[in-house]
């Protein structure tokens, strides 16, 4: 009597066994998730990584405003000397529409940066002896900061300092924290 | 027989997970910075930046103008001077920590006596435009022999690299002691990009 039921149970120890083996498949990675899920989405939001073309002159809504890119340009007439050799100052423009005024959490780690060929990149800097620019013109986290509404229509300007044999070929990019992994990528 | 066997598995998963237990990589040693060793002149490749070390001077003191007033900073030590290339690999980076270890193991960090100036750290680097700075320590006379520079992008670099130069070239006495100059002008302006 005692047999029987020590077989019945091992019979279905090892049922539970193999099923609990075959759970583990998906518990693991499921737990693994759920443990990192919020490291992830952070970590993610970091890095520029998918890639939104943009058209020349086409705007786009990306953080809650409308952004258009009107070009960039070179900078002259700053004495020779005070530049780092084979360096081109560069300014980068956009015009933007507010749309959800709430920029300080949606523009929160806005970058716009320049992208050569090989995808080296180059943030903004400082230029020594660059003209201020005009009464109003901002740079993107200093708008964030500006108190602007819906509706207004901002101009954003980014200074670069890059090497004079990119110059030519650099591309703008604009991530912020609240789109990316997404980012949006000019055409010039 | 069984139970035996099942003894013996537990006393031997007891072992096994106490040895884990004890022997357990803390957090900082988990996400410590991954050293790239190198020497002077050579240029050494890190994930962000590019670093070439040319030279390391000592000097007794440090004389300067600044804001046309005449500053001296004198030290019980000595005062190192690295010199040095830095380019940035694919981003625009910095370079805001440099270490002098010492061959016991003490670590300088850069002096902070001269204050801001141009070519003093941070440093800030583009792609395709190489730099030449300037590291400021002060260390000890016996600290020289066998020292090590360590630069980083951040303060405390956490599973990113980190260059580790070793100072080989130095001019030295016969005796081993190094040449110390007695004045140096640590604002002068360094020759090349």
Same mark, same amino acid.
């Given at each position: ?24 498949? @998906? ?30 002159? !086409? ?34 423009? @956009?015009?933007? !529409? ?39 013109? !901002? ?42 992994? @997404?980012?949006?990528? @000019?055409?010039? | ?14 072992? %096994?997970?106490?040895?884990? /237990? ?8 988990? #996400? ?5 060793? &190198? ?16 030279? %390391?001077?000592?000097?007794? /003191? ?17 005062? %190192?001077?690295?010199?040095? /290339? ?8 910095? %370079?805001?920590?440099? #270490?002098? +270890? ?9 002096? &902070?006596?001269? &204050? ?26 016996? /600290?020289?022999?066998?020292?090590? +520079? ?44």
């Amino acid at each position: 009597m005692s047999d029987v039921i020590e077989e019945k149970q091992t019979a279905l120890e090892r049922r539970w066994r193999k099923r609990s083996l075959w759970a583990l498949l @998906f518990l693991v990675p499921i737990s693994l998730l759920s443990i990192s899920y919020r490291d992830i989405d952070e970590l993610i939001r970091y890095r520029d990584m998918l890639p939104v073309d943009v058209a020349a002159g !086409e705007t786009k809504r990306y953080g809650g405003s409308d952004w258009q890119f009107q070009g960039l340009r070179r900078v002259e007439g700053i004495r020779p000397g005070r530049l780092p050799a084979g360096s081109v100052p560069i300014i980068a423009r @956009f015009v933007v !529409e507010i749309g959800d005024p709430d920029l300080q959490n949606l523009w929160l780690m806005c970058a716009i940066k320049l992208t050569d060929r090989a995808g080296r990149t180059w943030y903004p800097s400082s230029v020594p002896g660059i003209p201020s620019p005009q009464p109003g013109i !901002e740079t993107c986290s200093s708008t964030a900061f500006s108190g602007a509404q819906k509706g207004e229509r901002r101009v954003i300007e980014e200074n670069y300092l890059v090497p004079a044999d990119v110059a030519d070929e650099l591309v703008p990019t604009l991530g912020m924290h609240s789109e990316r992994p @997404f980012y949006l990528r @000019f055409t010039t | 027989m069984r139970r035996l066997a099942n003894i013996l598995a537990l006393i031997l998963a007891v072992a %096994v997970l106490y040895g884990m /237990q004890q022997t357990k990589p803390r957090f900082g040693e988990l #996400t410590a910075p991954i050293p790239v060793y &190198g020497k002077m002149h050579d240029r050494v490749h890190t994930r962000e930046f590019d670093v070439t070390l040319d030279q %390391v001077v000592f000097a007794r /003191q440090l004389d300067f103008t600044r804001y046309g007033e005449k500053k001296t900073l004198t030290t019980s030590g000595l005062w %190192v001077i690295v010199t040095a /290339q830095l380019a940035a690999t694919t981003s625009s980076t910095s %370079v805001a920590a440099a #270490t002098w +270890l010492g061959p016991t193991g003490l670590k300088f960090t850069t002096s &902070g006596r001269i &204050g801001w100036a141009p070519g003093m750290p941070p440093h800030l680097l583009a792609p395709g435009l190489p730099k030449k700075v300037r590291f400021i320590f002060e260390t000890m006379p016996d /600290q020289v022999n066998g020292a090590t +520079l360590v630069l980083s992008g951040k303060v405390e670099p956490a599973l990113d690299s980190e260059a580790r130069i070793s100072i080989d070239d130095l001019k030295t006495f016969n005796d081993g002691q190094p040449l110390v100059i007695d004045s140096y002008d640590p604002l002068r302006p360094l020759t090349g990009t």
